[in-house]
């Protein structure tokens, strides 16, 4: 095994919190993350005068402080609770502590479905007043990687090809994915990215158990991603 999947591996931690922490943590860090990634928006689109401007980022200053105090080295990595409660909390798509993440929450299906219902605000724009394309190719990525998960079948995506077949607004989205099928460490998934005048991307991805996370290792993970 190479240095970097080992390392890679020990930010998959099992640490035993119970269900009520892990809530508790929800509840506490959550909110935080919602008004960092209000604050993004507010950044961009603020028509407030210098002096409003240099007060705010004084009180931004403070905050950090106050947050600096005690800090995880990072990344983030994936966390097991007690009950076996997954925290991908600083997923770059989805994560409950990453404020870059849009706000994506999924609902699963054992079958191996994923969907979310969620608005993108101006921070996600590429051309003009649309979301940027390489926004929902994140989203879609997202959305495939966890319907394999969803059906037992995870995998890192090996490969994802996308189809815009129109314009994707910004504002109120539906992305859902589903398993077409497994082969053997192969999971085969399609989706698709939708706004209010129908399919926007179209999206077929093969999301692979990767070599380290397959063979008789003993640091063997049941889920890579
Ligand atoms: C709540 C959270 C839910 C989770 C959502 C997650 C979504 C986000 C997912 C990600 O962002 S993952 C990060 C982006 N992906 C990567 O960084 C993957 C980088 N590539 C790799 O790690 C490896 O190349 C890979 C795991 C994809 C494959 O390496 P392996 O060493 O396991 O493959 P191997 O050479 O043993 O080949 C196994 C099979 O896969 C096939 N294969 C290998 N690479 C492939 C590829 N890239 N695309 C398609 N097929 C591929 C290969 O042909 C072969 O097919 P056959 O068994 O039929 O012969």
């Known amino acids: 095994m190479t240095d970097s999947i080992a390392q890679q591996q020990m930010l998959y931690v099992r640490d035993e919190m119970s269900d009520a922490e892990i809530a508790e943590q929800a509840d506490l860090y959550g909110p935080l993350t919602d008004s960092v990634r209000e604050l993004i928006e507010l950044a961009l689109l ?3 005068d210098g002096p409003e401007v240099r007060a705010a980022q004084e009180h931004l200053e403070s905050a950090k402080q106050i947050l600096r105090t005690r800090v995880n080295p990072g990344p983030y990595g994936v966390r097991w ?7 991908a909390w600083g997923n770059a798509a989805a994560g409950l502590r990453n404020a ?3 706000p994506l929450v ?3 299906d054992a079958d191996g479905r994923a ?4 608005h993108l605000g ?6 003009a007043g649309l979301t940027h394309g390489g926004i929902a190719a994140l989203v879609l ?3 495939l990687g966890s ?3 969803a059906g037992g079948a995870p995998g890192m995506t090996g490969t994802l090809n996308l189809r815009y077949l129109r314009p994707t607004p910004l504002g109120a989205l539906h992305a859902e994915a589903r398993i077409d099928r497994v082969e053997g460490i192969k999971t085969i998934v399609t989706g698709q990215l939708s706004g209010p005048d129908g399919v926007c991307v179209e999206a077929e991805g093969i999301f692979i158990l990767p070599r380290w996370a397959r063979g008789g290792d003993s640091a063997k993970v049941s889920d890579p991603v």
């Not at 609770?81 to 925290?87: F, H, M, T, V």
């Not at 969907?115 to 969620?118: E, G, I, P, V």
């Not at 101006?122 to 051309?127: D, K, R």
């Open 147 to 149: 319907a394999a998960e």
């Open 106 to 108: 999924f609902n699963f």
């Open 141 to 143: 990525d997202q959305a």
């Open 122 to 127: 101006s921070a996600y724009e590429g051309p």
């Open 81 to 87: 609770g007690a009950s076996g409660q997954k925290r």
């Open 100 to 102: 870059i993440a849009p």
């Open 46 to 48: 603020t028509e407030v």
């Open 115 to 118: 969907w979310t219902d969620f």
